[in-house]
């Protein structure tokens, strides 16, 4: 059993070019933030290494972090340029019982995250709804569509920060 | 109504108009599209089930819009569903009827505002014949809806349009 920050110093010499860092000041469990094009060669690591053994991913979640600069359009409406979205994982080793949190985040304006589903198939479908809700690219992933909405849905990603919901969909009225 | 207080002494025939005959052979079996949406649904499902007991009025469900009469739309409309929802109304043959049970199929319920997938009210793509207001409605509540449904189908004419 190992704490995050024994995890990180060893993921840190494991990965030297992976840009590790490690947020030790949250309320929550110290958060490992990582490359997101390292994130697969990482996730393996961590999966198959004998001292760690996370074979459990428990959650895998998109996030618009918003910290881009924020204007309005002509109609009002939001509209965020630069920053990043993030994508927070969640792993649980069953054996050994010990837990990390990892953090990737890529441009908002090219979000490229590599996948994880080799590693953990349960990211299958955690990374098609973080496309579908942020518009994360998974590079990698086998089938990376959209899970709840309409595969023809093109108004754009609802869990975004700057989303404006369209007037229409197949004629029918989406506004109140 | 009067189909029974005009039947004559044998006991073997009854006199009645055409409209009322249809009518209550219609309003006593509405078959019930076996489909539901949400929680809703559950409580659908509960008043289908012996406690409430959905069959004494001759209600039961029919996993199959080719031969349902009534389709109760229980639960959050999205717009995906939206138009399976309008699919399978087309697939039932006339008449039929719609019941838009709770808030969200009535007008959206809780998702009105920041419901980006919600349809506002499956009224915009079905014409719904009774509202049963609630959220979930209890099921006696839906036994409302059923009996309101039911005038309104006593009251139909064969030669006159009502809807």
């Keep these: ?4 920050q024994e995890i990180f110093e060893i993921l840190s010499a494991q990965f030297p070019d992976a840009n590790i860092q490690i947020d030790a000041s949250l309320p929550v469990e110290p958060i490992i933030s990582v490359n997101p094009l390292k994130i697969n060669v990482i996730s393996k690591f961590l999966a198959e290494n004998n001292e760690m053994l996370f074979d459990s991913l428990m959650n895998l979640s998109g996030v618009d972090d918003a910290n881009g600069t924020k204007t309005k359009d ?62 994360i690219k998974f590079l990698n992933h086998p089938d990376l569509r959209r899970i709840l909405m309409p595969y023809d849905w093109e108004a754009g990603y609802p869990l975004r920060k700057d989303y404006k919901n369209p007037e229409f969909y197949q004629g029918m009225k989406v506004t109140y | ?50 406690h409430y007991d959905f069959d004494r009025f001759g209600v039961m469900p029919r996993p199959t819009p080719r031969q349902a009469d009534v389709i109760i739309i229980s639960g959050t409309v999205t717009l995906k569903m939206a138009t399976r929802i309008k699919r399978l109304y087309e697939q039932m043959p006339d008449p039929k ?22 349809l506002k009210g499956v009224d915009r793509v079905i014409p719904v014949d009774v509202y049963v207001p609630g959220c979930p409605p209890r099921p006696e509540a839906l036994l ?20």
């Excluded at chain 1, 059993?1 to 995050?4: E, G, L």
């Excluded at chain 2, 009827?97 to 919600?118: A, D, F, L, R, T």
């Design chain 1, 74 to 135: 002509e109609d009002g409406n939001d509209v965020i340029n630069g920053g990043t979205l993030s994508v927070y994982y969640h792993l649980h080793a069953t054996k050994l019982n010990h837990k990390i949190t990892l953090k990737v985040s890529a441009p908002r304006e090219n979000p490229e995250v590599e996948s994880v589903e080799n590693i953990w198939k349960t990211a299958n479908w955690h990374e098609r709804e973080a496309f579908d809700m942020l518009g």
């Design chain 2, 144 to 163: 409302e809806g059923l009996l309101k449904l039911q005038e309104k189908i006593r009251n139909e004419s064969l030669v006159k349009k009502t809807a």
């Design chain 1, 1 to 4: 059993m190992k704490n995050p």
């Design chain 2, 97 to 118: 009827y719609i019941i838009s049970m709770g808030s969200c199929s009535n007008c959206g319920g809780p998702y009105w505002e920041h419901g980006y997938h919600v």
């Design chain 2, 1 to 50: 109504m009067g189909l029974l207080d005009k039947e004559f002494t044998d006991g073997n025939i009854v006199i009645a108009k055409a409209d009322d005959i249809l009518n209550w052979a219609r309003l006593s079996s509405l078959w019930q599209l076996s489909f539901g949406l949400a929680c809703c649904a559950i409580e659908m499902m509960a008043t289908s089930a012996s």
